[in-house]
């Protein structure tokens, strides 16, 4: 009988690939409320088959960090470890996350060593060059990425363990060997041509039990501490960015003293990307979050007020299509629209401005809108 270590390593390989799992929990759950199961996966063969013998495991290495998973904190072990095995030309997908604690480690060593987390953070991204970016991180770690301050004064209502943001684009292997020298002094957003975007910023439910609701302002890349230096900043800073999806759970789209979330989401895409032709959103909990069936999540809040927030932040998206700076949208999915229990209220809502303003929407089905032309 022969054995599996007994074939040629090419033949080894091929085999070995059909064990490769085609997306990572980063990329499978983007759309949920952001969580720490995008950090471990009960599948996962390849580790498995590179503890069974030394052969395995060298056969086995160049794949295992395909995807990459690192927690901000252990940035400057990785680093090190990347350079060594040359997985600049490996790494497919990189998640960057941290905990509470993993925050914490972090200030104390920028602290002790002077250098900004964000220094770590590019060297990470230049060392790996992914072409698909996954960020993991409390609300305000977000700082650490972004070239404005948030306004965090409403973070305790919130109470949100973990907002994402992922980038992704097509990898340009001449580009790859361009990037010699960092260059800190660029944001996030500006690091690579990135062309995909989905930011995901969790459940504002919590909030809805708080007092004087409508007044509070969730942790949010929309919401800068002075909005004047986040135009500033992002004027332009994406060009690449074609697509971008926004997830979120029952955002307060407006009240008397805050401007509506929708409307400060098309005003952040229209300083980012000005070349964006779809935007995607998401506004409720999948059909997978049980979160509407929890008594302690929902806490005091009245389930009328979340619906009706979902459809007052439609009515306003829809408005603010038609009279936004996004002249190169061709098109819009509504996400929620995979929920048969919010078709009829989505074609009610969306339906009433689908004919009016500047543009003319066409439903193609399954929630997607394109403009006609």
């Known amino acids: 009988m022969a054995f599996l270590t007994d074939l040629p390593t090419e ?3 091929h085999i070995i690939s059909f064990l490769e799992d085609s997306e990572p929990p980063s990329i499978q759950h983007l759309h949920e409320e952001p969580s720490e199961a995008l950090l471990n996966s009960p599948h996962h063969p390849i580790k498995d088959l590179s503890r069974i013998c030394h052969r395995l495991h060298q056969t086995t290495f160049p794949t295992l960090f395909t995807n990459l998973k690192v927690s901000l904190d252990t940035i400057d072990d990785i680093l090190p470890f990347i350079t060594q095995h040359s997985f600049r030309t490996k ?5 960057l996350h941290a905990t509470t604690q993993a925050l914490e480690t972090a200030k104390t060593l920028s602290i002790s060593t002077d250098v900004r ?14 072409h698909a970016l996954t960020i993991l ?3 305000s770690a977000f ?6 301050d948030l306004r965090l004064s409403d973070e305790w209502a919130f109470n949100i363990p973990y907002q994402l943001l992922h980038l992704s684009h097509m990898r340009d292997p001449i580009r790859a060997t361009l990037d010699a020298v960092p260059a800190t002094d660029q944001n996030i957003f500006q690091v690579r041509p990135w062309t995909h975007c989905i930011y995901n910023e969790g459940s504002s439910i919590r909030a809805y039990s708080t007092y004087e609701y409508f007044h509070k302002r969730g942790p ?21 960015i074609t697509s971008f999806d926004f997830i979120a759970v029952f955002p307060f789209p407006h009240s008397d003293m805050c401007q509506s979330h929708t409307r400060k989401l098309t005003r952040f895409l229209t300083y980012m990307a000005r070349n964006l032709k779809h935007l995607r959103i998401q506004l409720a909990p999948s059909s997978d ?6 008594t302690e999540a929902l806490g005091t809040c009245q389930r009328s007020d979340l619906w009706t927030e979902f459809e007052n932040a439609y009515a306003l998206l829809m408005r603010r299509l038609d009279v936004g700076g996004l002249k190169c949208l061709t098109g819009f999915t509504i996400l929620d629209y995979k929920n048969p229990g919010l078709r009829d209220v989505i074609d009610r809502v969306v339906g009433g401005y689908v004919f009016t303003g500047e543009r003319e929407w066409r439903h193609e089905g399954d929630g ?5 032309e």
Request: hydrophobic content about 45%; overall charge negative; glycine content about 2%.
């Open 91 to 95: 790494v497919s997908t990189l998640l």
């Open 368 to 372: 997607r809108w394109n403009k006609i």
């Open 143 to 148: 700082e650490y990425i972004l070239p404005y």
């Open 11 to 13: 033949l080894l390989q």
């Open 117 to 130: 987390p964000w220094v770590r953070i590019l060297a990470l991204i230049e060392s790996a060059d992914p």
């Open 137 to 139: 991180l409390p609300p």
């Open 220 to 240: 949010s890349l929309l919401n800068p501490q002075k909005p004047a230096e986040m135009v500033h900043f992002l004027l332009e800073c994406a060009p690449h």
């Open 289 to 294: 979050n049980g979160i509407l069936d929890d």
